[in-house]
T-cell receptor
């Protein structure tokens, strides 16, 4: 059974600092997704990672995938307040459904 | 273009009542998914449609839950004899699900269901 674990679950950062969110998954999965969710809103797709060593960057966010370690990371560079949200990673299930982690609630403070 | 839409946005019902939640996927998306998100948790998979048929309904918690997609577009999630534990946000997602789309799923705004 595919399980996805994220850590930390809560992250309070100062503006301008760097940090990394970790996502481990338990069995082989050929794709890994990162989503952002603002309070009371739905999920916004950030990244789709398809192969070992894949790295994608958008603004201050960079995601990577290590399929051998079953690990994906979301790195935040020089955080700004607008990045405050909950970030979810999800691994692709066998039938196309996504298995989500519990999310990392990020709060960026001035 | 239009994204995934869901109606109603909020639904308050009493324990034991029947509810229907509707999802309009992105036009042309063949795959449609229902998820349920409880407070402070990640979305949990309920059911997946490929076209008109339910390809995987293993996430439905019990036989009070049922979903249809009769014409391969709009889907309705139906919950009978609602219980307080059914209270959650019900999310719908759709995807092209071809080799080029990498099954990237686009989510609707959700229906917040409250069972009193």
């Amino acid at each position: 059974e595919l399980k996805v674990e994220q850590n930390p679950l809560f992250l309070s950062m100062q503006e301008g600092k760097n940090y990394t969110i970790y996502c481990n998954y338990s069995t082989t999965s050929d794709r890994l997704y990162w989503y952002r969710q603002d309070p009371g809103k739905s999920l916004e797709s950030l990244f789709v990672l398809l192969s070992n060593g894949a790295v994608k960057q958008e603004g201050r966010l960079m995601a990577s995938l290590d399929t051998k370690a079953r690990l994906s990371t979301l790195h935040i560079t020089a955080a700004v307040h607008d990045l405050s949200a909950t970030y979810f990673c999800a691994a692709g299930g066998s039938q196309g459904n996504l298995i989500f982690g519990k999310g990392t609630k990020l709060s960026v403070k001035p | 273009g239009a994204g995934v839409s869901q109606t109603p946005s909020n639904k308050v019902t009493e324990k034991g009542k029947y509810v229907e939640l509707r999802c309009d996927p992105i036009s042309g998306h063949t795959a449609l998914y229902w998820y349920r998100q409880s407070l402070g948790q990640g979305p949990e998979f309920l059911i997946y449609f490929q076209g008109t048929g339910a390809a995987d309904d293993s996430g439905l918690p019990n036989d009070r839950f049922f979903a249809v997609r009769p014409e391969g577009s709009v889907s309705t999630l139906k919950i009978q004899r609602t219980e307080r534990g059914d209270s959650a946000v019900y999310l719908c997602a759709s995807s092209l699900q071809n080799l080029l789309s990498y099954n990237e799923q686009f989510f609707g705004p959700g229906t917040r269901l409250t069972v009193l």
